[in-house]
């Protein structure tokens, strides 16, 4: 049997190059074709025909009728597991949020284009909102959406925004691309996103961005408008920001110790 050639950091240069190759996908919207490829990693053309029909195989690679390469459906699986492993390192600092601000927090993650819920805690209030864990949204309609989005470079965003188009989910929701990334980058200098019943009507929610996540993603706070006034949103923000950032620091140390 043929020794593997290690590649950098000591590990085996043929896997290394087929995550890179995922990842290269992943950066290209989801699809590309082997030139793309070719031209994207710097490898030779044989090498990236040898990792993609393995790729394939596997399922986390398929080729379409067009024959372009696009992410593969097994990776959804490896996807939703990660992102609920994720959600259950968030809930003691969720649960944390809820006692501190009286409301319902949520974490979510953006997985391709669309934004997962991967962990919830409830308000103790008898009138809370409810976002069921694993519900999947286009992000332009939701405060934890645009907390992510405003942390993406632009030309990503519009990208984003033009594959999934910009359906209104109630008459509050952005529709338009140039509104919404000017809204962006207001939402980025304030450091949080308020959805102001852009998703559901009658709730608002206060979303910041976790910093240094494996995945985007962005804790929040949601409830009734009633509750959740404007003013309360002041002094509700900067504990929202103080629970991410935790959870961002926590995350990495996590990386550090692995």
Known sequence: MAEEKTGRDGGVQSLQRAFDL?????????????????????LPMPTIHRLIRTLVALGYVRQNTNRRYALGARLIRL????????????????????????????????????VVYVSQVPSKHSMRMFTEVGRRLLPHGTGVGKAILSQLPPDDVRALLERTGMPAYTEHTFTDADALQRHLVKVAKQGYALDES?????????????????TPAAVSVSGP????????????????????????????ARALSA
């Open 22 to 42: 995922l990842e290269l996908l992943a950066d290209a919207g989801g699809e590309a074709s082997l030139s793309e490829l070719a031209v994207l990693s710097g």
């Open 198 to 214: 852009e998703q559901e009507l009658g709730v608002r929610c206060v979303a910041v961005p976790v910093p240094g996540a494996p």
């Open 225 to 252: 408008e009633g509750r959740l006034t404007k003013e309360a949103v002041t002094r509700i923000a900067p504990v929202v920001q103080r629970i991410a950032n935790t959870l961002g620091s926590e995350l990495a």
């Open 79 to 114: 996807g939703e597991h990660a992102s609920m492993q994720f959600g259950t390192w968030a809930r003691p600092l969720l649960t944390e949020l809820v006692d501190e601000v009286g409301e319902t927090a949520n974490l979510a993650v953006l997985e391709r284009d669309e």
